[in-house]
């Protein structure tokens, strides 16, 4: 930009040296460009002298479309699993939370330290003599849960992505200096990679116990026609 405290050039020579010498992107004027000096982004960017790296702007997804898609597809799924689940073993309460009370408790024998379930929540969602409703609802919706979850274990395989979510040799070390970090007991930064070891630990799991849920929940659904699984889980 032109200092106003500098004397203008009054010789051509000066005044053509002036017009040629090259502008850094400060110096050029901000407001809309000029029909004349319209043209690409390409051309603008190398007359300013600002270099690619700098326009360019890279959105990179930690997970793929596939891995978001089946993780969305989990959640109205087990939503209606575990509401399902809750009218089958509620479904032969006489009255309120008679038999719910005998199972949902802490406590150690006759003792029962506290309640899970307060009466308020069991009138409310109205469980009583649903056991046809439940079955039904649970072991249709059980499908598509089992179906997503081969999909996906299966897609990381070919993928290549179970690489980044079985644990290995460092795993525990590092879930241990992550829960200390994440305490603030810890100030080091953590290593920067797609998954830490805490992470792979508990992906690892969660689908560990999904396959031991529709494995259990198979052997109870089917238990002469599956008495493999049956068996195997110890009758």
Known sequence: MNDPDQAQPNDKTSSAAAESSPKSPID????????????????????????????????????SLAIRWMHWINFPLLALMIYSGLLIYWADSQHEGLNAHRVYRVGLGSWTLFRLFPPWFYNSLDLKFQLAKGLGYHFFFMWFFALNGVIYVLYTLFSGEWRDLVPNRSSFTEAIEVTLHDLGLRKNHLPRCKFNGAQRLAYTGVILMGAGSLLTGLAIYKPTQLHVITALLGG
Do not use: L, M, N
């Open 28 to 63: 050029q004027p901000i407001g809309p460009a000029s029909p004349q000096d319209a043209g690409s982004f390409d051309t603008r960017r190398e007359s300013t002298g600002i270099s690619a790296d700098r326009c360019a702007v890279k959105i990179e997804y930690k997970h």
